[in-house]
């Protein structure tokens, strides 16, 4: 992003040239309040205290749309301690699990509370800049940790680029031989042509980066950068549905492959569904699954 340059063209050529934030608080704020829509996470709390004998402030909790806790700390510059101070809350976080599902009971409902998933805790660091040390303490950790770069632009504009994305599961989900989405494949009547299918959907998904992260749900299987991109959900006797973030207005709608699935009941998210019979169909799919992998 520090190379990114953006102009407004309204009356001829002007540079708007990029910022950073007064003061942290600026960056929270705007994040907290379109923390679903920028991040993919629902918004539970801000500068939440660890209690006194951690003796800490959470800048932000949330809940992502897989039900995964989230912890998001901000720096308005480059820190070097931005990482180890997350990390610091994500050991917390692990130890007082019932203190967080009693929080998001309390903002969110029983059912959200019920269905919060354990596996990998996400912490996500958004700062004015990062260096190159702190790109490589993040590929060392075991944990799902994202850091994010932003720039204010003029007065309204906001920029997010994600500088690293590394899955604490990642390794664990690839080697994994019988996971939800697997076992109802292989129930199924076709359930060799099924599996091949949902391996190459798999295999060409988790190939988009190493910060690909796959989670399992009981009714379908999310891949995630910084939001999810693409749920893939179990079979339907012959054919595969996967549900992808994209408009479906910006989509040539072919009927028998792609649905504008807006305002329907589904599981997983996003508001475009792909169905896939053969390994051509993943083939004709791989445009869409790249452009809703770009703006996860």
Not at 93 to 112: K, P
Not at 144 to 155: K, N
Not at 284 to 291: K, N
Request: one cysteine or more; aromatic letters at 8%.
């Amino acid at each position: 992003m520090p190379d990114l340059k953006l102009y407004n063209t309204n009356g001829g050529v002007t540079e708007v040239a990029p910022r950073l934030a007064d003061a942290e608080a600026d960056v929270q704020s705007i994040v907290e309040a379109n923390m679903e829509k920028l991040l993919g996470v629902r918004f539970l709390a801000s500068e939440y205290r660890t209690g006194p004998v951690h003796g800490g402030r959470i800048d932000s909790l949330g809940l992502d749309e897989n039900g995964t806790p989230v912890i998001v700390e901000y720096k308005r510059g480059t820190d070097a301690g931005v990482i180890n101070q997350g990390l610091f809350y994500l050991s917390w976080l692990m130890d007082h699990r019932a203190e967080f599902e009693h929080l998001v009971r309390d903002r969110l409902g029983v059912t959200a509370a019920s269905q919060v998933l354990w596996s990998g805790p996400r912490l996500i660091c958004i700062a004015g800049d990062f260096t190159r040390y702190d790109v490589h303490a993040v590929r060392e950790h075991r944990r799902s940790i994202a850091l994010v770069r932003y720039r204010l632009f003029g007065s309204d504009l906001l920029g997010l680029e994600t500088v690293a994305s590394v899955s604490g599961g990642t390794q664990v989900a690839r080697r994994a031989r019988r996971q939800p989405v697997a076992q109802a494949a292989e129930a199924d009547v076709q359930g060799g042509a099924i599996r091949e299918l949902a391996g190459a959907v798999d295999e060409v998904l988790l190939g988009f980066g190493d910060g690909v992260k796959r989670v399992e749900r009981k009714t379908y299987r999310a891949y995630q950068r910084l939001r999810n991109f693409a749920c893939l959900c179990p079979p339907q006797r012959s054919k595969l549905l996967v549900y992808l973030k994209v408009d479906p207005k910006d989509v040539d709608l072919v009927p028998g492959f792609t649905r504008d699935v807006s305002g329907l009941g589904h599981h997983g998210t996003g508001d475009l569904e792909v169905q896939l019979r053969t390994l051509r169909d993943v083939e004709r799919a791989q445009d869409l699954f790249r452009v809703s992998y770009a703006a996860a």
